[in-house]
């Protein structure tokens, strides 16, 4: 899968934003043409599977010929469109096609205001009524936030799984180096929010950016089984799963250069015109990044931890980044 980044542009300024580098900086959007060109490069190598992105997706100026164009490609089994929700409204009548799914991410009234808090609420109503292929969403950024404006959403949508990250700062060597500080700060508000995930009876699932191993003990890992067990009970077309090992997940922006993901974007940007296919590119991503950001670590308490030899830490590649040139130059002299 790829995700296709339609527009720079949002109608929102999350304060937890991970693609700040991109967002509301420029008015930069895909032409149809280079979109086209897009969907027949993923297409090359069999992939059936395409992601919508941005900004937010729903702003772009022509998202209602990009829908109607994969609605009609036979080839795309599935589109996943991330969005914040707040436009659904204005494209409900191309929206209901069954290869279409939602990962919805949700903020609350405090971050986005009560009048768009309210609109939220009534397009995943509406949604709910052309198409049940949604997840819903969100963002733990704050060890002081109010997150139960998640659950009144999930029982409005009628939802028993919902996709949750860590949301913590990642743009200074000084964040990165001192990342498992901030996810200790972050411990008390998980936990509470898995004890009331669980009291709700929802399942949640990590996304990304999950937090590591080494600082979870026996309670918390079995509160996490007994909220997977919950997932089991409901039939769910979920199309995020949780996930503690990172595999390249390619982001395309308008001008056809490629990231290896968001988090990364800084670090390594190319052509796609460089690369026969999706599998090829996702190749070599994993070659120039993966390799070498398994090998790294954040800081030294982490150097021989069992968790992270056996790639079950979870801390994002992100985190690291200012170690790969290092690792790299350590194995060319191996």
């Known amino acids: 899968m790829a995700n296709i980044f339609l527009t720079r542009k949002c109608n929102l300024k999350c304060p937890y934003c991970f693609a700040d580098e991109f967002v509301n900086k420029e008015n930069e959007e895909y032409t149809l043409e280079n979109f086209k060109k897009v969907v027949e490069f993923i297409k090359a190598d069999g992939t059936d599977r395409i992601g919508l992105i941005g900004g937010e997706p729903t702003v772009y100026s022509h998202f209602k010929e990009v829908i109607e164009i994969l609605n009609a ?11 914040n929700g707040l436009n659904l409204d204005k494209y409900l009548d191309i929206l209901g096609n069954e290869k279409i799914h939602f990962l919805i991410n949700c903020n609350s009234a405090s971050d986005i205001g009560e009048a768009m808090f309210d609109k939220l609420k009534s397009n995943i109503k509406a949604l709910k009524e052309v198409n049940k292929n949604y997840t819903l969403g969100i963002n733990i950024y704050s060890k002081n936030m109010d997150y139960q404006y998640i ?13 949750f990250s860590t949301a913590l700062p990642n743009d200074t060597k000084e964040h990165t180096e001192d990342i498992l500080a901030g996810f200790k700060e972050m411990k008390s508000v998980l936990r509470s929010f898995w004890l009331d995930c669980k009291k709700n009876d929802i399942s949640p699932h990590n996304d990304c950016n999950s937090i590591p191993d080494c600082l979870l003990d026996v309670e918390d890992k079995r509160l996490l089984l007994e909220l997977s067990q919950i997932g089991k009970k409901y039939v769910t077309s979920n199309p995020i799963q949780s996930c503690r090992t990172c595999n390249p997940v390619i982001d395309i922006l308008p001008d056809l250069t490629a990231v290896r993901c968001f988090g990364l974007s800084k670090y390594m940007k190319v052509s796609i015109n460089d690369f026969k296919s999706l599998s090829n590119l996702t190749n070599w991503f994993y070659n120039k990044i993966d390799l070498y950001a398994r090998l790294a670590y954040v800081n030294s308490d982490c150097e021989n931890c069992k968790h992270r030899l056996y790639s079950r830490c979870g801390v994002c590649f992100t985190y690291k980044i200012h170690k790969f040139d290092k690792i790299k130059e350590l194995v060319r002299n191996i």
């Open 73 to 83: 490609d036979e080839k795309i089994k599935q589109v996943v469109i991330y969005t």
């Open 151 to 163: 659950f009144e959403l999930l029982r409005i949508a009628d939802s028993h799984n919902l996709r």
